[in-house]
């Protein structure tokens, strides 16, 4: 959802642009996105019971600047109906002929991070190809003792991820064009997720309490790493992301 403060898209903008800035504008209802430090009971919740269409429209309802809380609150979700004592999630890349590189990661426990030895029972793990040749990668994890995942579980979360296909991309889009250059900065991940929201440069340069040079430079820098020559093309390049 974006700041009060933001201004309306300029009319010149190109119809790509526009369809963004609308998605983004869009009433949407509030998510009580997860904490990695909540301490309540997250007792599992059957495979069957699971409301996939509601979480789906959880995460989609997010604006592209709130996409990390979308993943922390998908880590959350997905351990609470698999019954997982904790899951972590990365985004791979090959950087050479049999070389990966992790670009980004996050882990979610349910109620507190545990030794590396409590963690040695059951496990489930999931790879999905990314455009680009990343991959995305979910491994859930039981404490010792716990009853083995089943043939089920995997089923349902393969269910849960096939629904946010293109949103997946888009996170994976928004660590930067891994396998071209290297996954984005983090100062510059920052702009691109608030330029995605239809934000002015200068608007950005405020949020982040940057100099509107500053901002000038990331914006710049962001364009030449996508191949993008100005803002429309950008948008046009991330809503035509297909998984």
């Known amino acids: 959802m974006l700041p009060s403060h933001a201004s309306p898209l300029p009319e010149q903008e ?26 309540r009971d997250l007792a599992p919740t059957p495979a069957s019971h699971l409301e996939l269409p509601r979480l ?8 592209a600047h709130e996409i990390d809380a979308g993943l922390l609150h998908l880590l959350q979700r997905l351990a609470q109906v698999l019954g997982a004592d ?7 890349a090959s950087t050479q002929p049999g070389g990966t590189a992790c670009i980004a990661s996050q882990v979610f426990w349910t109620l507190y991070q545990p030794a590396p030895t409590e963690m040695t029972g059951p496990e489930l793990s999931l790879t ?9 990668h979910f491994h859930l994890m039981r404490a010792q003792g716990r009853d083995p995942f089943a043939e089920s579980h995997r ?9 946010l ?29 608030l330029l995605l929201t239809g934000l002015s440069e200068k608007q950005i340069a405020s949020e982040l309490n940057l100099s509107t040079n500053t901002a000038h430079q990331y914006v710049t ?17 991330w809503l035509g992301h297909r998984p």
């Open 14 to 39: 190109d119809d790509a642009l526009a369809r963004w800035g609308q998605v983004q504008r869009r009433p949407a209802r509030r998510v009580a996105l997860a904490s990695a430090f909540e301490t």
């Open 56 to 63: 789906w429209q959880e995460i989609q309802d997010l604006s």
């Open 86 to 92: 904790g899951i972590r999630w990365e985004l791979l």
């Open 128 to 136: 999905l190809p990314m455009s680009g040749g990343a991959r995305m």
């Open 155 to 163: 089923a349902t979360l393969e269910l849960a991820l096939a629904g």
């Open 165 to 193: 296909s293109r949103w997946l991309n888009w996170l994976s889009l928004s660590h930067g064009p891994v396998l071209a250059s290297g996954p984005l900065p983090p100062h510059q991940r920052k702009v691109l997720l």
């Open 221 to 237: 820098a962001l364009y030449r790493r996508f191949g993008a020559r100005n803002r429309p093309s950008l948008t046009a390049k």
